[in-house]
């Protein structure tokens, strides 16, 4: 079993930066990728970033060249580090990560942290 809790959501004016935080306990040995979602009213769920163990970071074209993901593995915490910062991010940010073994994965989401951002 993984918990994640989000953090670093706010309000911020268009063009501004927030940095997400996501702080995973339990079986956090166990975990082989980790991503960042994000869900606007009206729209499904996204994805925003993804970072598998060992492997390169993944961003969706909407935030390319505005979104940093990484992990502090000693602090058991994934961070988004998003910049110029545009209306269009208003959402509910989530992290999931896939946990678990070779043949039994499993997929753990935190509550969502709400990024708002004003023009």
């Known amino acids: 079993q993984v918990q994640l809790v989000e953090s670093g959501g706010g309000l911020v004016q268009a063009g501004g930066s927030l940095r997400l935080s996501c702080a995973a306990s339990?079986?956090?040995?166990?975990?082989?990728?980790i991503g960042w979602y994000r869900q606007a009213p009206g729209k499904q769920r996204e994805l925003v970033a993804s970072?598998?163990?060992?492997?390169?970071?993944n961003y969706a074209d909407s935030v390319k060249g505005r979104a940093t993901i990484s992990r502090n593995n000693a602090k058991n915490t994934a961070y988004l580090q998003m910049n110029s910062l545009k209306p269009e991010d208003t959402a509910v940010y989530y992290c999931?990560?896939?946990?678990?073994?070779?043949?039994?994965?499993?997929?753990?989401w935190g509550q969502g942290t709400q990024v708002t951002v004003s023009s």
């Open positions: 970072i598998i163990s060992g492997g390169s970071p």
């Open positions: 339990g079986s956090t040995f166990s975990i082989k990728r």
């Open positions: 999931n990560v896939l946990a678990g073994t070779q043949y039994s994965p499993t997929n753990y």
